[in-house]
């Protein structure tokens, strides 16, 4: 049998890992940026980066034949392509996902793991990382900065039908289980005036928070709590909101939170679940990113169904069901 040398090459071409690797390290280098101002040779970029002549070199060289950077006597400089990766002082680049030195950067390289995910059914970040993302990222050295910039995002997904949800309209304390830097909470109290939040997260998204309440405005009525959500949880409160979490644990994890919640719920409190689910809308569009979220998440595709029978087997009744475009909302009690 002839081989078939051009499948071959195009199989190669597919599973390339040098070139991904050669954007992201110019990215965290900042490369565009120092070029921005004229031709470099590869020493003056060492020099100016911290990097290591040979090596680099070679890079500047692979990122020419990538038509990212041109050459010519010795020097380097940008092509219409590269000056794109130019980042300037803007925290939140279309490319900050590529800089490796930030969590992001660091999350994005998981999908390396992939293998991972598809023989145990666990998140690529157990292969990764022996942890689950999140206690990852609040232990990654840089998480502080990094969550700084998320802090101007607004909750997004379908929010409102979180945010009007009747119970909220009803509620005068709500505690939001995982509230990350406290997107929800901010909108939750800017729509609802008379209602008082706690939010729980690991302590690099609970200090977020805090800052961001304290900027709003907000510190009189919302508390950041440092605190793991499987131990004992603020008790009392109207509602425990559960926004974007579940789809991170797999399904006896997802109970234990869920009896978690329900413990503090006690009798009379209500438990929002709310799940983000972009599989259906993406499948036929982006495979690639359909496989990402699954590669990232324990399950990102659980059905209405599928949450209450959790929400049964964590001892909980479902008293109502919505959905909005992306967005599930189950609302439980004990
Ligand atoms: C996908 S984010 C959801 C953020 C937010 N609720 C929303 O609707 O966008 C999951 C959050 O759960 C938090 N989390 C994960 N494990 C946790 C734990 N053991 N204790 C407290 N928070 C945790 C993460 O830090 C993260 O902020």
């Known amino acids: 049998m002839t081989p ?61 034949h990538l038509g990212l950077l041109r050459a010519a006597e010795g020097r380097y400089g940008l092509t219409d392509l590269g000056r794109l990766l130019r980042r300037g002082e803007a925290p939140m680049g279309p490319f900050d996902q590529l800089d490796l030195d930030t969590v992001l950067g660091r999350t994005e390289l998981s999908a390396v793991h992939l293998l991972h995910k598809v ?15 999140w206690t990852h990222v609040d232990r990654a050295p840089g998480t502080p900065d990094d969550l700084k910039a998320q802090l101007a995002l607004p909750p997004g997904f379908d929010i409102d039908v979180l945010l009007d949800h009747p119970v909220l309209a009803r509620a005068r304390t709500v505690v939001d289980v995982g509230g990350n ?11 609802h005036p008379d209602l008082s939040a706690t939010l729980i997260d690991l302590p690099s998204f609970a200090g977020a928070a805090a ?26 409160a109207d509602v425990y909101v559960l926004s974007a979490v579940l789809a991170d644990w797999d399904d006896e994890t997802a109970v234990r939170l869920l009896r978690n919640c329900a413990l503090a719920a006690g009798g009379t409190g209500r438990i929002l679940v709310s799940e983000v689910s972009l599989t259906e809308r993406l499948r036929h569009v982006d495979t690639g990113m359909t496989l990402w979220f699954e590669a990232v998440m324990d399950n990102p595709d659980r059905s209405p169904d599928d949450l209450a029978a959790l929400a049964a087997e964590a001892g909980l ?9 992306t967005r599930i909302v189950l609302e439980l009690h004990g």
Do not use: C, N
């Not at 830097?181 to 729509?191: F, H, S």
């Open 317 to 325: 009744k479902v008293a109502a069901v919505e959905q909005a475009g």
């Open 181 to 191: 830097t406290g997107a929800l909470v901010e909108a939750l109290l800017t729509r």
């Open 119 to 133: 023989r145990t059914g666990r998140s690529v970040y157990h292969g990764m990382y022996g942890t689950d993302l």
């Open 211 to 236: 800052q961001r309440f304290a900027a709003a405005g907000l510190d009189g009525r919302a508390a950041a709590l440092a605190q793991d959500f499987f131990q004992p949880l603020p008790a009392g």
């Open 4 to 64: 078939d040398l051009a499948g071959h090459a195009r199989i190669m071409a597919l599973a390339d890992l040098v070139t991904p690797m050669s954007v992201r390290t110019a990215v965290t280098l900042r490369l565009a940026d120092h070029l921005d101002a004229g031709d470099l040779t590869a020493d003056d970029l060492a020099a100016r980066t911290g990097a290591v002549p040979r090596p680099l070199r070679k890079l500047l060289d692979h990122l020419v």
